[in-house]
Antibody
Framework: QVQLQESGPGLVKPSETLSLTCSVS?????????WAWIRQSPGKGLEWIGS???????FHNPSLKSRLTISLDTSNNQFSLGLTSVTAADTAVYFC??????????????WGQGTLVTVSS | DILMTQSPSSLSPSVGDRVTITCRAS??????LNWYQQKPGKAPKLLIY???SLQSGVPSRFSGSGSGTDFTLTISGLQPEDFATYYC?????????FGQGTKVQIK
């Protein structure tokens, strides 16, 4: 079955760059899906960060767009998140997910377990 | 951004009860509405997509309805494993946005 797993540092210093990777097993990221990042913090609930398609097209949340990079690594069947100039407000559990298109409707049908990232000096 | 508002924020039903959670969008979203269940320390799990389509493997006691701006998630005959937080999410226009959640807790 398809599984997603986030990895990356659990602690990032303010003003530095947060970098996370999502490893996908059981399916090729070159399949006809989008791949998404979502975060969850106590103060803001669930927040969609952005998605990337199998061909590398990206959709970003405008609230983060200037600091955000989402990319594909097809050779390793992974996709990645980069968020620059982080502050304490970026502290959250970060999830990767499959953004599936079903008969014209998008839905986040598979999720990784999530990884806590804390921004602190 | 489309604002999604859920009600109630929490409820405390008993096992076997029929539970209804509502979600309202700040503008029309047709049927581009998904429902998720999240348990503590776990990722959200897709229950319903396209407002009323049951995700594979999800028990039939879960159902969704609505279109436009007003949507409902119904649990017919609450089971012990259904105590969790439920979120709606719109996929009509980017950025996707979520409701603030409804916590279903044991009475």
């Amino acid at each position: 079955q398809v599984q997603l797993q986030e990895s990356g540092p659990g602690l990032v210093k303010p003003s530095e760059t947060l970098s996370l990777t999502c490893s996908v097993s059981g399916a090729s990221i070159r399949g006809y899906f989008y791949w998404a990042w979502i975060r969850q913090s106590p103060g803001k609930g669930l927040e969609w960060i952005g998605s990337i398609s199998h061909d590398g097209s990206t959709f970003h949340n405008p609230s983060l767009k200037s600091r955000l990079t989402i990319s594909l690594d097809t050779s390793n069947n992974q996709f990645s998140l980069g968020l620059t100039s982080v502050t304490a407000a970026d502290t959250a559990v970060y999830f990767c997910a499959r953004d599936r298109l079903t008969n014209g409707w998008y839905n986040l049908d598979l999720w990784g377990q999530g990884t806590l990232v804390t921004v602190s000096s | 951004d489309i604002l999604m508002t859920q009600s109630p924020s929490s409820l405390s039903p008993s096992v076997g009860d029929r539970v209804t959670i509502t979600c309202r969008a700040s503008e029309t979203i047709s049927s581009y509405l998904n429902w998720y269940q999240q348990k503590p320390g776990k990722a959200p799990k897709l229950l319903i997509y396209a407002a009323s389509s049951l995700q594979s493997g999800v028990p039939s006691r879960f159902s969704g309805s609505g279109s436009g701006t007003d949507f409902t998630l119904t649990i017919s005959g609450l089971q012990p494993e259904d105590f969790a937080t439920y979120y709606c999410q719109q996929s009509f226009s980017s950025p996707w946005t979520f409701g603030q959640g409804t916590k279903v807790q044991i009475k």
